[in-house]
């Protein structure tokens, strides 16, 4: 599996602007299997009310007509909102138009994220041309138990607006997930700033030692590329059986 993974500089709360660069991304770098952007990528970490409720489904929308084009994958985190409920939603969306979702588990309190949207529930991962990936949401990264490779997946999806600020346990937390977890781990994060925030980047695909395949430079927009080895993943597992001798928790 060929996997892209594209660090982006968000227009601030303008969905057009930014589905219009997650489709310039792909068509200029075509042949991928998946692409992911950051978290919140048609908006940034933006909680108004009534751009969630009239951007998200044109995001969707976008996100459905790259993926059929391009036969591909595209994956990200969107702000969304029925009128009543808002949730930090990421979108697994394939060429047929199916769509898998995931609603954010951890809402990060420090920033009042649980005073704008709603928390899943739910830990969901997804099948796609045999590599099963793991979804989590930026503050998800901090807590290994929800993100803990009971064996069913392959890949951790890592989208994130993680600022500048805190850029040491962004790396070391993606770092760590991949190796407890014997697993890919894709983090995507944005640069550029936003109202409260300055991004550099950190957009990475590290293999299941821990090392990295192919990483963003910071302070850039731009897309990387690398491919998926299952055979060397499942060799390394069988190899060294780490994960069974885990610790069996019990999730709510």
């Known amino acids: 599996m060929r996997i892209s993974l594209i660090q982006m500089d968000i227009v601030w709360g303008d969905p057009q602007a930014n589905c219009q660069k997650m ?13 992911v952007l950051p ?17 998200s489904v044109g995001t969707l929308e976008a996100m459905k007509s790259v993926a059929a084009e391009f036969d591909c994958a595209v994956a990200g985190s969107v702000a969304v909102s029925d009128g009543h409920k808002r949730w930090n939603r990421f979108y697994f969306v394939k060429p047929d138009g199916s769509v898998a979702t995931y609603d954010k588990k951890h809402l990060f309190t420090y920033s009042g994220e649980q005073n704008l949207v709603n928390a899943g529930a739910e830990r969901v991962i997804v099948e796609w041309r045999g590599v099963r990936f793991l979804l989590l949401v930026c503050y ?11 064996g069913d997946y392959d890949a951790i999806l890592c989208v994130a607006s993680w600022p500048t600020v805190r850029r040491y346990p962004w790396d070391t937390l993606l770092r760590a ?43 850039t927009e731009c897309l990387v590329s690398a491919e ?12 060294f059986p780490v994960l069974d001798d885990a610790d069996d928790f019990k999730l709510i």
């Open 140 to 150: 998800d990264l901090r807590f290994p138990v929800w993100a803990r490779n009971r």
């Open 39 to 55: 978290e919140m990528f048609s908006t940034g970490f933006n909680g108004d009310a009534e751009l969630l409720e009239n951007g």
């Open 23 to 35: 489709r310039s991304f792909v068509a200029e770098n075509p042949g991928a299997d998946l692409y």
């Open 228 to 239: 998926l080895d299952l055979v060397s993943l499942e060799k390394f597992r069988a190899s």
């Open 177 to 219: 997930r991949a190796i407890e977890n014997q697993c890919f781990v894709a983090g995507v994060d944005r640069v550029g700033t936003d109202p409260s925030c300055v991004y550099n980047g950190g957009t990475v695909l590290l293999d299941p030692w821990g090392q990295p395949v192919a990483a963003c430079p910071d302070d």
